[in-house]
């Protein structure tokens, strides 16, 4: 016990209500040197938020599968999705391996119908519509088309939608008056009505839902973008740019876009599932894909057809496309809270 | 407000008027004509499109057609039902359209909202994790996929629901696509009233609430819910409208004679009037509940109704 510590435990206090020995000292014999902790990178801690969601990474895996099987399903079947075997109509799902177990062993209504056809040594995995095609090359036919307008709503929502909410909002004043109101007279139309309409005026197929998209896929993109503007553009960063004599398109563009970028492209990824169910409603109606090209919705308005009879030709299709749209709703639920932890976690 | 609501309305007839105007647009660049089917020859069909005024200017008949808007005339039906006036070939396909949609709202609404408080009170429990799969099942499934599962399961399979559309026994028949539909609802009101609640639960004022012991109900239900309640009424506008979506495919699924199978009849037809009918029909719809939910967000958070008043 050093001397000055008694010393100040006299002079502060009464003289019994502390003894010297009540203390003890702590570190005596450790060396006070800082610790130093492995840095954590940015990038890592996004890893480590993202895998800890198990929703997460479960779409992501999904995805990717789905993305794997999209690209190589219809080169492996040893079919193409147009090529019509009209002896072979109709057969359900059968699977090497899994029909010596009593499942997908091409019996329907308790009879082999493959037998009755005479295809005992044939194998469709997925079946066959009711004209002879295999549907494992066209739900995978079909799955590339969800694939790339899930892609291109992306575009469009990154191309269009920032642009705008970027210009609207960093300009404000009567230029964000005017953009404003368009965007809610755009708003107001229903997506239904615009989409239906397009469908007859523009040839059906893909051109008629991209340009769907385009007139209002990306306004939820430009609304976000335009609040974000509004919160930077009085940062002193961009006046700082603003005073060595920087254009207002540089600013925004070089300046702040990339400060928003990441965020706003993992808002994008919300609005993959709202355009592939835009494809699937279009190609349901009729009014989308048409044939013989194979789209998820079109496969789906299909096996609807002979619903109560062969049940099997839509359900590759649907669960096809409720997976699709599942994980692509896990992940960009999983990214956004990786990337932005502060975000209230629902 | 008065000013607020007022603003709202021109902005929402200015809204109308350029849809209606587009529509005309889009009609005018329709390819066919309404008298296609018919083997007519080409002096036949002058005579015919000037009967009905199709021969004029573009303009002239937007203008005409706005003015007969006015007194509550659709303009009549080429095709489908030949000369009957719109406006009462509508009618009958707008209620059913409605009744569904409205069973469904009501349905989802009042399930999601049990399921999110529940959800909230028996946080990180089963009942939670089992609300947790039910929203991300209903948001992610389009609602024509679980019409189709419905009609095929319970429609076919179990017998308990007719799977078409029967005028003599709306009601039943009516089950299926209302179940279908109400999914959506659901699955998006149960996760925000869950997030908000857990939220509001753990806020101070509710603690002194439960300081002052109040019961359990009348906490949750008069003094959480309300707070709850307003992200909530943003939501449901968005909601409605996917609705309107989903049921224009759903009627298809279950033959329900809707607006939505008229106006996809229409366009097959080239029905110019019924086309435009149904499609403003369906944007009013559309704006109208977009104005109610601003307006209905006002009414229950009174903090936006000062800033929004001063505005």
């Given amino acids: ?346 | 407000m008065s000013k607020y609501v007022l603003k709202r309305l021109l902005i929402s007839i200015a809204t109308l008027l350029v849809i209606l105007f587009v529509l005309f647009l889009m009609e005018d660049m329709m390819p066919g004509s309404p008298f296609n089917d018919e083997k007519l020859n080409a002096a036949q069909k002058a005579v015919l499109y000037a009967k009905y005024g199709l021969d004029q200017p573009f303009m002239i008949r937007f203008m005409k057609y706005l003015g007969a808007m006015l007194k509550g005339d659709l303009g009549v039906s080429y095709v489908i039902n030949k000369n009957k006036a719109v406006s009462e070939m509508i009618m009958n396909p707008l209620w059913v359209s409605i009744r569904v949609g409205a069973q469904a709202m009501l349905v989802g609404s009042v399930l999601g909202l049990l399921l999110g408080i529940a959800a909230a009170l028996n946080h990180n429990s089963w009942v939670d994790s089992l609300c947790s799969i039910i929203s991300i099942i209903g948001v992610s499934v389009p609602s024509y996929v679980f019409a189709l599962l419905l009609a095929y399961f319970i429609g076919f399979k179990l017998g308990w629901a007719p799977i078409l559309y029967n005028a003599k026994s709306v009601a039943s028949s009516l089950t299926l696509p209302t179940i279908a539909l109400a999914m959506f609802p659901i699955a998006n009101i149960s996760r925000f009233t869950r997030s908000e609640m857990i939220d509001v639960l753990g806020s101070d004022y509710i603690l002194l609430v439960q300081a002052k012991g109040v019961r359990e109900n009348d906490l949750i239900f008069h003094h959480a819910l309300r707070n709850t309640l307003i992200p909530i009424v943003t939501v449901m506008g968005p909601l409605l409208v996917n609705l309107l979506t989903g049921s224009m495919v759903v009627e298809k699924v279950f033959a329900i004679p809707g607006i939505g199978m008229l106006m996809v009849q229409a366009i097959q037809n080239n029905d110019y009037n019924v086309v435009i009918a149904c499609a403003f029909v369906y944007s009013a719809m559309y704006i109208l509940m977009m104005l109610i939910v601003d307006i209905l967000y006002g009414v229950i958070d009174p903090r936006i109704r000062v800033a929004k008043g001063a505005d």
């Fill in chain 1, 1 to 346: 016990m050093s001397e000055t510590s008694i010393d100040l435990a006299k002079g502060e206090r009464s003289e019994d209500s502390f003894q010297a020995s009540d203390f003890q000292f702590v570190q005596e014999n450790e060396k006070l040197m800082d610790k130093t902790y492995k840095a954590t990178s940015y990038a890592k801690d996004v890893w480590v938020h993202f895998t800890r969601n198990k929703g997460a990474v479960v779409g992501f895996v999904i995805i990717v599968i789905i993305i794997f099987m999209a690209i190589i399903g219809p080169m492996i079947s040893g079919h193409t999705y147009d090529e019509i075997i009209l002896k072979y109509q109709s057969l359900p799902p059968r699977i090497p391996g899994l029909d010596k177990l009593g499942i997908f062993n091409g019996f329907e209504h308790g009879k082999d119908v493959y037998a009755a056809k005479g295809a005992s040594d044939v194998y469709y995995w997925f079946g066959t519509d009711t004209n002879g095609r295999d549907l494992f090359t066209r739900v995978w036919q079909g799955t590339r088309v969800s694939l790339i307008i899930a892609l291109v709503a992306v575009v469009i929502d990154i191309v269009i939608g920032m642009s705008y909410g970027l210009i609207s909002g960093y300009f404000g004043g009567k230029v964000d008056m005017i953009m404003q109101r368009i965007v809610e007279v755009l708003n107001g139309i229903p997506t239904l009505v615009v989409v239906t309409l397009l469908g007859l005026v523009l040839p059906q197929g893909m051109t008629s839902i991209i340009f769907a998209l385009m007139i209002t896929g990306w306004i939820g993109m430009s609304r976000i973008a335009r609040a974000e503007v509004l919160k930077l553009k009085e940062s002193e960063y961009v006046l700082a740019s603003k005073t060595l004599g920087a254009k207002d398109f540089a600013i925004i563009f070089k300046d702040i876009m990339p400060n928003i970028f990441g965020q706003l492209i993992i808002m994008s990824m919300f609005s993959v599932p709202n355009a592939i169910f835009t494809e699937a409603f279009l190609s349901f109606v009729g009014l989308g894909i048409q044939p013989p090209m194979a789209s998820l919705g079109s496969l789906i308005s299909d096996g609807y057809k002979s619903l109560t009879i062969h049940p099997y030709m839509i359900m590759s299709s649907i669960v096809v496309l409720a997976l699709l749209m599942l994980s692509f709703n896990l992940f960009a639920d999983g990214l956004r809270d990786a990337f932005d932890p502060n975000q209230k976690q629902s």
